[in-house]
C-alpha cells in the first residue's frame, strides 16, 4: 500500500478497474458508501453536513454521499454552482440524488454542521477561484470541520502545491492509494489525517502502470537492513572514514562518525587535518583517528585502507580543499577498482556553488555509488535552475537533479524526497519538527554512511536512514539535540531488525 499515484495514474487505475468491472459507476457508488461509512463511525456528533459538490467526478461521490447520510437520518444539504455535464458518472449521481440543492455563492459554514469537500479531487486543472474559492476561503476562517473527498480541492494530487486556494481538513479520505499530494507539504499539512478506502479497484491493475513513487515504509527496506553474521569481524562490517573541519569545527564529523557506528559499521575513523588532531583526539574513544592533510595523503590512505564509505561536508569548509577531496573520493572506485561509497553533505555540495560540473562529472564516475544530502538551501546553489523551476513538485525536482548527478539524491526537509537516477523516489512520511535542529543533518550522513558500508544498496540505505532518524527523533521528543540522535539509535534500529510481525 506505499506505492503513490499521480493524478494521471489514478485515473488510469480507474479506467483499468471500470474495464475489469464493465463499468465505471460501481466504483462511485462504492466511494459514496465509504465516505458514508467513516462519516458515521468518526463524526456521532454531527446531526447535519453541508456537501459542497463539483462539476466532476469529485462532486459525483458528494451526490452519493449526501443520498446515504439522509438515509442514515442526517441534515444534508447541497451545496453546488453547477451541474455536472450530461452523460458523466457525476451526472448519473446527481440525477438520482433529491438532497435539496442550493447555490454554492450563498453558502455561509455552520461550524456545527461537518463540511464535506467534494468540489474538486484530481481533476483540478487551474486555479481554484471565484465561487469555489470564496467558499473554500470562508469555510477556512469560519474553521469549519471539513472532510475532504480525495483531496483537500485545490490541492494538486502530483505535487501538493495549493493551485488557488485551499481550506485545511481535518481528514481527507482517498480512495485506494495515497497521491504524492498527500504527503509532500503545504497539502500534507491540508489534508489532516488520510484514510486511503477500497472502492473495489483490484491491486493488480497496478502491474499495468509504471509506479515510480512510493511512500517511504519500512517494508520497502527492512529486509536489507545489515545482520552481522557470527563469523563477521570489525573491518567486515564496514569501515567508514568521516572528514573533520579545522579546529573550531570538529564537533559536525564526530557526531556523523558516531552515527556511522551506531548504524553499525564495524570501524569508524575520523580523518582530520593536523591542526584539528588534538582536539578531536580529546572526544573520541572507539572511534579511530587519522591525519589527513591534503588530496595526497587521502589517496595513500585510500589506497592502504578498506574503506567502504566515506562522509565528506559537515563542518569541513570550503574552498579548493574540499573540491579536491570530493574528486578524490568520486574517482577512486573507478581508479582503483574498490567500491567506495560517498555521502557528500553541507560544504561538500556548497563547495560547487556556482560550478557544480565538476562535481556531477567525478559523480557520474563513481556509478550510483554517491548520495547526496542537500537541504533546500544548498540544493538550489548546486541546481539553481531545477531549484526555480516552480512548476515542478519536489518529488521531480529530487529526480531531475539525480539524473544530472549520477547520484542519490535526499532532498532533505519536513516531507524529504529521496530519488534515484532512473526515476525511482520514495517520500519520507515520518519527519517530526524536533529533527530542525543543529547537527541532525550530520546525524543522517553518518547513518547514511554507516548503513551502505554494511553492504546496504545506497538507494535503500538513504531510504532506511531517513526513516530510522524521524523514528529516533520521534521517540526523543522535546529537548532532543542532534548528539541524542546516534545513542538512541541502537533502541530504534534494533526494532527493525526483528522481523516483521506475521499478519
Ligand atoms: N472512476 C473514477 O474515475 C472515479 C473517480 N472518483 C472521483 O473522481 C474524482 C476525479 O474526477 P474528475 O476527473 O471528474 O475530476 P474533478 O471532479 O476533480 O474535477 C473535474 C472537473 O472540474 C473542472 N475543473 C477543474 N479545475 C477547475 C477549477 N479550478 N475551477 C473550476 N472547474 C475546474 C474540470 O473542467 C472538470 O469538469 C476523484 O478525485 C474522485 O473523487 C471516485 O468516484 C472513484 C471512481
Ligand atoms: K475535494
Given at each position: 500500500m506505499?506505492?503513490?499515484?499521480?493524478?494521471?495514474?489514478?485515473?488510469?487505475?480507474?479506467?483499468?478497474?471500470a474495464?475489469?468491472?464493465?463499468?465505471s459507476?460501481?466504483?462511485?457508488?462504492?466511494?459514496?458508501?465509504?465516505?458514508?461509512?467513516i462519516?458515521?463511525?468518526?463524526?456521532v456528533?454531527?446531526?447535519?453536513?453541508?456537501?459542497?459538490?463539483?462539476?466532476?467526478?469529485?462532486?459525483?461521490?458528494?451526490?452519493?454521499?449526501?443520498?446515504?447520510?439522509?438515509?442514515?437520518?442526517?441534515?444534508?444539504?447541497?451545496?453546488?454552482?453547477?451541474?455536472?455535464?450530461a452523460?458523466?458518472?457525476?451526472a448519473?449521481a446527481?440525477?438520482?440524488?433529491?438532497?435539496e440543492?442550493?447555490?454554492?455563492?450563498?453558502?455561509?459554514?455552520?461550524?456545527?454542521?461537518?463540511?464535506?469537500?467534494?468540489?474538486?479531487?484530481?481533476?483540478?486543472?487551474?486555479?481554484?477561484?471565484?465561487?469555489?474559492?470564496?467558499?473554500?476561503?470562508?469555510?477556512?476562517?469560519?474553521?469549519?470541520?471539513?472532510?475532504?473527498?480525495?483531496?483537500?480541492?485545490?490541492?494538486?494530487?502530483?505535487?501538493?502545491?495549493?493551485i488557488?486556494?485551499?481550506?485545511?481538513?481535518?481528514?481527507?479520505?482517498?480512495?485506494?492509494?495515497?497521491?504524492?499530494?498527500?504527503?509532500?507539504?503545504?497539502?500534507?499539512?491540508?489534508c489532516?489525517?488520510?484514510?486511503v478506502?477500497?472502492?473495489?479497484?483490484?491491486?493488480n491493475?497496478l502491474?499495468?502502470?509504471?509506479?515510480?513513487?512510493?511512500e517511504?515504509?519500512?517494508?520497502?527496506?527492512?529486509?536489507l537492513l545489515?545482520?552481522?553474521s557470527?563469523d563477521?569481524?570489525k573491518?567486515?562490517?564496514?569501515?567508514?572514514?568521516?572528514?573533520?573541519?579545522?579546529?573550531?569545527?570538529?564537533?559536525?564529523?564526530?557526531?556523523?562518525?558516531?552515527?556511522?557506528?551506531?548504524?553499525?559499521?564495524?570501524a569508524?575513523?575520523?580523518?582530520?587535518?593536523?591542526?584539528a588532531?588534538?582536539?578531536?583526539?580529546?572526544h573520541?574513544?572507539?572511534?579511530?583517528?587519522?591525519r589527513?592533510?591534503?588530496?595526497?595523503?587521502?589517496?595513500?590512505?585510500?589506497n592502504?585502507?578498506?574503506l567502504a564509505?566515506?562522509v565528506?561536508?559537515?563542518?569541513?569548509?570550503?574552498?579548493?580543499k574540499v573540491?579536491?577531496?570530493?574528486?578524490?573520493?568520486?574517482?577512486f572506485t573507478?581508479?582503483s577498482?574498490?567500491?567506495?561509497?560517498?555521502?557528500l553533505?553541507?560544504?561538500?555540495?556548497?563547495?560547487?556553488?556556482?560550478?557544480?560540473?565538476?562535481?556531477?562529472?567525478?559523480?557520474?564516475?563513481?556509478?550510483?555509488?554517491?548520495?547526496l544530502?542537500?537541504?533546500?538551501?544548498?540544493?538550489?546553489?548546486?541546481?539553481?535552475?531545477?531549484?526555480?523551476?516552480?512548476?515542478?513538485?519536489?518529488v521531480?525536482?529530487?529526480?531531475?537533479?539525480?539524473e544530472?548527478?549520477?547520484?542519490?539524491?535526499?532532498l532533505?526537509?519536513?516531507d524529504?524526497?529521496?530519488?534515484?537516477?532512473?526515476?525511482?523516489?520514495?517520500?519520507?512520511?515520518?519527519?517530526?519538527p524536533y529533527?530542525a535542529?543543529?547537527?541532525?543533518?550530520?546525524?543522517?550522513?553518518?547513518?547514511i554512511?554507516?548503513?551502505?558500508?554494511?553492504?546496504?544498496?545506497?538507494?535503500e540505505?538513504?531510504c532506511a536512514?531517513?526513516?530510522l532518524?524521524?523514528?529516533t527523533?520521534?521517540?526523543?521528543?522535546p529537548?532532543?539535540?542532534?548528539?541524542?540522535?546516534?545513542?538512541?539509535?541502537?533502541?530504534?534500529?534494533?526494532?527493525y531488525?526483528?522481523?516483521?510481525?506475521?499478519?
Amino acid at each position: 500500500m506505499h506505492e503513490l499515484l499521480t493524478p494521471q495514474q489514478m485515473a488510469e487505475a480507474d479506467r483499468l478497474a471500470a474495464e475489469c468491472i464493465g463499468e465505471s459507476y460501481p466504483l462511485m457508488l462504492r466511494a459514496g458508501e465509504v465516505l458514508a461509512q467513516i462519516i458515521l463511525e468518526r463524526f456521532v456528533e454531527v446531526r447535519a453536513v453541508d456537501v459542497l459538490c463539483g462539476p466532476g467526478n469529485n462532486g459525483g461521490d458528494g451526490y452519493v454521499l449526501a443520498t446515504i447520510l439522509r438515509e442514515h437520518g442526517l441534515g444534508v444539504r447541497i451545496w453546488r454552482a453547477e451541474e455536472p455535464a450530461a452523460g458523466t458518472d457525476a451526472a448519473r449521481a446527481a440525477g438520482e440524488c433529491t438532497v435539496e440543492r442550493f447555490d454554492l455563492a450563498s453558502f455561509q459554514p455552520d461550524t456545527s454542521n461537518l463540511v464535506v469537500d467534494a468540489l474538486f479531487g484530481a481533476g483540478l486543472a487551474r486555479p481554484l477561484e471565484g465561487v469555489y474559492g470564496d467558499a473554500l476561503r470562508r469555510c477556512a476562517e469560519a474553521k469549519a470541520p471539513i472532510l475532504a473527498v480525495d483531496l483537500p480541492s485545490g490541492v494538486s494530487g502530483g505535487s501538493g502545491q495549493v493551485i488557488g486556494t485551499a481550506a485545511a481538513a481535518e481528514l481527507t479520505v482517498t480512495f485506494f492509494r495515497k497521491k504524492p499530494g498527500h504527503l509532500l507539504f503545504p497539502g500534507r499539512s491540508l489534508c489532516g489525517e488520510v484514510v486511503v478506502a477500497d472502492i473495489g479497484i483490484p491491486g493488480n491493475v497496478l502491474q499495468s502502470i509504471d509506479i515510480r513513487c512510493h511512500e517511504n515504509l519500512s517494508s520497502s527496506w527492512r529486509h536489507l537492513l545489515p545482520r552481522p553474521s557470527f563469523d563477521s569481524h570489525k573491518y567486515r562490517r564496514g569501515h567508514v572514514g568521516v572528514f573533520s573541519g579545522g579546529t573550531t569545527a570538529t564537533g559536525a564529523a564526530r557526531m556523523s562518525a558516531m552515527a556511522a557506528a551506531r548504524a553499525g559499521a564495524g570501524a569508524v575513523t575520523l580523518l582530520s587535518p593536523a591542526s584539528a588532531l588534538a582536539v578531536n583526539a580529546v572526544h573520541l574513544t572507539s572511534i579511530m583517528l587519522r591525519r589527513i592533510e591534503d588530496p595526497e595523503e587521502l589517496s595513500t590512505f585510500l589506497n592502504e585502507r578498506e574503506l567502504a564509505s566515506v562522509v565528506l561536508g559537515p563542518g569541513f569548509g570550503l574552498g579548493e580543499k574540499v573540491r579536491n577531496f570530493a574528486d578524490v573520493l568520486l574517482r577512486f572506485t573507478s581508479r582503483s577498482g574498490r567500491r567506495l561509497k560517498v555521502v557528500l553533505d553541507a560544504d561538500a555540495l556548497t563547495g560547487f556553488a556556482g560550478d557544480p560540473e565538476p562535481l556531477f562529472e567525478a559523480a557520474k564516475e563513481n556509478g550510483g555509488g554517491t548520495v547526496l544530502t542537500p537541504h533546500e538551501g544548498e540544493f538550489a546553489r548546486i541546481f539553481p535552475d531545477i531549484a526555480a523551476a516552480a512548476e515542478l513538485s519536489k518529488v521531480d525536482r529530487a529526480r531531475q537533479a539525480a539524473e544530472r548527478s549520477g547520484a542519490v539524491m535526499v532532498l532533505k526537509g519536513a516531507d524529504t524526497v529521496i530519488a534515484y537516477p532512473d526515476g525511482q523516489a520514495a517520500i519520507n512520511s515520518n519527519g517530526t519538527p524536533y529533527l530542525a535542529t543543529a547537527g541532525s543533518g550530520d546525524v543522517l550522513a553518518g547513518m547514511i554512511a554507516g548503513l551502505m558500508a554494511q553492504g546496504m544498496p545506497p538507494f535503500e540505505a538513504a531510504c532506511a536512514a531517513v526513516y530510522l532518524h524521524a523514528e529516533t527523533a520521534r521517540s526523543l521528543g522535546p529537548g532532543l539535540i542532534a548528539e541524542d540522535l546516534p545513542a538512541r539509535l541502537p533502541v530504534i534500529l534494533s526494532a527493525y531488525l526483528e522481523p516483521p510481525a506475521r499478519g
